[in-house]
């Protein structure tokens, strides 16, 4: 099978991100990395870019240059991944998308609820996928909680509680470092801080496995660090479209938590644990049962589970191959639409365009609630009420 071509925008040397992406986009031999834009310096950009392999001419100084460059070229990118600043990443999309490009978004997606309506409509628009990287939901074993939910082995789900939880912003005195200040910087980042960094990520997650969508929710945000604009710690309460309770705790000054993401599902015929930094374990508890260890890699999981696992059962599969899922399904998802056939349910499971803006419209509840001492809000963006 021929490769697609792959490009990138941002993650450039020593970004956090970059690396995950290139690795996941080339393990499984399905994309070429052909052309990119990496760094807000135009010649460090090329330098890195040339190093990385990336022919002269396709190691580009900033994404306008990468767009005119590849937008005529018999050879060009299939798909676009965006690793910018958040402030960024409209323009950039919507650039790539009116171009003919599909595009994978770092999240969140836009700034603005406003914005993520008008890329959902522009992805329906010109076909072309705008999938956002929540890149956890690419584990086997939270595809595998998914099919469970969805095939009624929990029963009706009653409760869901995700965490995403670190310390590595607790640091009053980092204030000035460049990693750190631009996350709480409005100009920079938005209306929110913890909760549209890594709240998002635990939110979407409890979408991604329940199948439902958050409607309202309730917050209490907080500044722990004084000096900071945007919030830092959050709680949030929310409830979902079919009629599961929802409760997240999100944090930045969390010291002794390294990532914190966890998520958990409580329905009526039993309960599931996940933790991503033990990705290999998926805890059941069946009602009235013993506690049930579910191994990545085993015999008998669900197809999704299946498709997801690379490596034999009882070695580490971590988040780059996380991000490989994401990039596997993206390759299957543009190829069923070149070759107009329709794609494998168990790789329609990268997250959509739809699904960046459901986020950002519950990052403005969050901030609204937030403001209104924890007052509920609507979390459906409008196009969705």
């Known amino acids: 099978m021929t490769r697609l071509n792959w ?27 052909a052309a990119g834009a990496l760094d807000h310096r135009p010649d460090a950009g090329r330098d890195y870019g040339r190093r990385l392999g990336l022919a002269p001419d396709r190691a580009y100084g900033d994404w306008r240059e990468m767009l005119d460059g590849e937008r005529n070229r018999p050879d060009r990118v299939d798909l676009v991944t965006v690793a910018t600043p958040n402030a960024t990443h409209f323009e950039i999309t919507k650039a790539f998308l009116q171009a003919g490009f599909h595009v994978l ?37 939270v595809r595998h909680m998914r099919a469970m939910v969805a095939r009624g082995d929990l029963g009706r789900v009653r409760l869901v509680v995700a965490e995403f939880a670190h310390g590595h ?35 979407h997650m409890a979408s991604f496995v329940t199948g439902q969508e958050v409607e309202r929710l309730s917050a209490d945000t ?33 010291i002794g938590r390294q990532h914190g993401l966890t998520i958990q599902v409580f329905g009526e015929k039993g ?14 508890m069946p009602l009235g049962q013993r506690l049930q260890v579910i191994e990545r890699g085993e015999a008998g999981l669900s197809p999704e589970a299946d498709r997801s696992s690379r490596v034999t ?13 994401i990039y596997k399904d ?10 107009g056939r329709a794609i494998d349910p168990a790789a329609d499971l990268y997250p959509k365009a739809e699904d960046g803006l459901r986020s950002m419209a519950a990052v403005y509840a969050v901030a609204a609630s937030g403001k209104a001492m924890g007052e509920w809000q609507d979390a459906r963006p409008p196009m969705f009420r």
């Open 105 to 141: 978004c770092e999240k969140p997606m836009t700034i603005t609820v406003e914005e993520g309506e008008e890329i959902v409509r522009l992805s329906r628009e010109t076909g072309r996928i705008c999938a956002v990287n929540y890149g956890y939901t690419g584990y086997s074993l």
């Open 169 to 203: 912003h607790a640091d009053a005195a980092d204030a000035d470092n460049p990693r750190v200040r631009w996350r709480y910087d409005p100009a920079q980042a938005g209306v929110s801080a913890q909760f549209a960094d890594c709240g998002i990520h635990a939110m």
């Open 271 to 284: 309960g599931l644990r996940w933790a991503q930094e033990q990705p290999n374990q998926l805890f059941y």
């Open 222 to 254: 907080a500044s722990c660090i004084e000096s900071r604009v945007l919030e830092d710690d959050a709680m949030v309460n929310f409830r979902m479209s079919g009629g599961t309770v929802g409760r997240l705790w999100t944090s930045s000054v969390a």
């Open 330 to 339: 993206l390759a299957e998802a543009i190829r069923a639409r070149a070759e």
């Open 7 to 33: 490009g990138m925008i941002g993650g450039g040397e020593g970004s956090q991100i970059g690396p995950a992406h290139r690795l996941g986009a080339g393990l499984d031999g399905l994309f070429t990395f």
């Open 313 to 325: 059962i009882g070695h580490a599969e971590g988040m780059p191959l996380a991000f490989a899922n």
